[in-house]
């Protein structure tokens, strides 16, 4: 089936300095990526919608600044955290949409300290 | 806006025995599509069901049903036999055909099942 590889899968960082996050499309072309981020016990909230070739779609009230989307490929999408501080430590997913549903990656717990 | 709501917090149930989680949903468009998602403690993403709203037959996959009510806009779960491997966070999720492919998702309900 579908894989979404999602890398890394923790990560620990300074406050002040920037981290990237990695999605891939293991099998099959992804044309739309989303990234969620999750608070424990939580639900996912939508970040952005990250389009192929084209600028993210973010949703309100995520600063578009400082998460920085970037989808160069049809397999690659990537999140990048600038300037990270501890408000931002959380859980991200990143998910591809097929033609019969959606996949999503393993997640990434970023602790910002 | 799309809401998608789940009453239920939290649930347990006995292994073996037959659990339902209940999603309710707002919408004015005629078609979209609805997805359980389980999420165990991995946190790990994994499609449970799917159901196209128009088919009326409730998907069925192995253990796990749906009871889709349409017009009262209800999207049940059913776990049967259940066991200890269905522990796990269970969102409800929500797509129109018409607004692009984005997912709206309930708030969750988090199973507990007990030995």
């Known amino acids: 089936g579908a894989v979404v590889s999602q890398h890394p899968s923790w990560v620990i960082c300074k406050s002040g300095t920037s981290v990237k996050i990695e999605c891939r499309s293991l099998?099959?072309?992804?044309?739309?990526m989303f990234w969620y981020r999750q608070f424990p016990k939580q639900s996912l909230m939508l970040m952005a919608t990250?389009?192929?070739?084209?600028?993210?779609?973010?949703e309100q009230g995520v600063e578009k600044d400082k998460f920085l989307i970037n989808h160069a490929s049809l397999t690659l999408s990537t999140l990048t955290v600038t300037s990270a501080h501890p408000e931002d430590s959380s859980f991200y997913i990143c998910s591809a949409r097929q033609v019969y549903g959606y996949t999503f990656g393993s997640g990434t717990r970023l602790t910002v300290v | 806006a799309q809401t998608v709501t789940q009453s239920q917090p939290e649930m347990s149930v006995q292994e073996a025995e037959t659990v339902t989680l209940s999603c309710t949903y707002d919408?004015?468009?005629?078609?979209?599509?609805l997805f359980w998602y389980k999420q165990p403690p991995s946190r790990q993403m994994i499609l449970v069901i799917r159901?196209?709203?128009?088919?009326?037959q409730n998907a069925t996959e192995n253990r796990f049903s749906v009871n889709f009510q349409k017009a009262a806009k209800s999207f049940s779960l059913k776990i049967s036999d259940s066991q200890l491997g269905d522990t796990a966070m269970y969102f409800c999720?929500?797509?129109?055909?018409?607004?692009?492919?984005?997912?709206?998702f309930g708030e969750g309900t988090q199973l507990t099942v007990n030995p």
């Open positions: 990250s389009n192929e070739g084209s600028k993210a779609t973010y």
């Open positions: 919408t004015s468009e005629s078609n979209y599509y």
């Open positions: 999720a929500f797509k129109e055909e018409t607004s692009g492919s984005r997912l709206t």
């Open positions: 159901q196209e709203a128009y088919k009326q």
């Open positions: 099998d099959f072309q992804a044309t739309t």
